[in-house]
């Protein structure tokens, strides 16, 4: 037993790496960070009514057509206008802000859940649980957008239906 202990205390310590994943911080992506705009200025309600009022610009499309990976004819659809108007638009108005942050908020949720290419797949993917319907068929209503968003949720606390 003593040999046994003289050993073990005599080898030199093996060097013990950690993993590269433990050095990996999972960013979470924000609604912010897909409209590009300012914390400030949806971070509490009344700065979004402001905000919305006020309009979301060209950028904050722009960024949104980028991570969502949708087209024009998409998006025009989701936000109840013309891809003409969309070609034109610099300031969007108040309603068209404000189905911008709700389709910001699904991605961003999404996103966060699936990876972007994984979101991306899961939106043109017929889902049982919602009648054989995909996703990308219910984004031009606020509901359906609420009904994706409980869906997903569902999915982070591993209810699958």
């Not at 699904?106 to 939106?123: D, S, T």
């Amino acid at each position: 037993m003593d040999n046994l202990l003289h050993q073990y205390m005599s080898k030199k310590p093996s060097k013990i790496s950690e993993p590269t994943v433990a050095l990996y911080r999972k960013s979470t992506l924000s609604v912010q960070d897909i409209l590009n705009v300012d914390l400030s200025r949806l971070d509490e309600p009344l700065n979004r009514v402001d905000t919305f009022r006020n309009g979301l610009e060209r950028k904050s499309f722009d960024r949104l057509k980028e991570i969502s990976g949708l087209d024009n004819h998409t998006l025009a659809a989701a936000l109840g206008v013309s891809a003409k108007t969309l070609q034109r638009k610099d300031i969007f108005d108040t309603i068209q802000s404000e189905k911008m942050y709700e389709l910001a908020n699904l991605y961003a949720l999404g996103i966060n859940y699936f990876g972007n290419e994984g979101f991306r797949r899961w939106m043109e993917r017929p889902l049982f649980s919602i009648g054989n319907i995909k996703p990308l068929a219910l984004i031009d209503v606020s509901e359906g957008l609420e009904i994706l968003k409980a869906e997903i949720m569902r999915l982070q606390h591993g209810i699958a239906i």
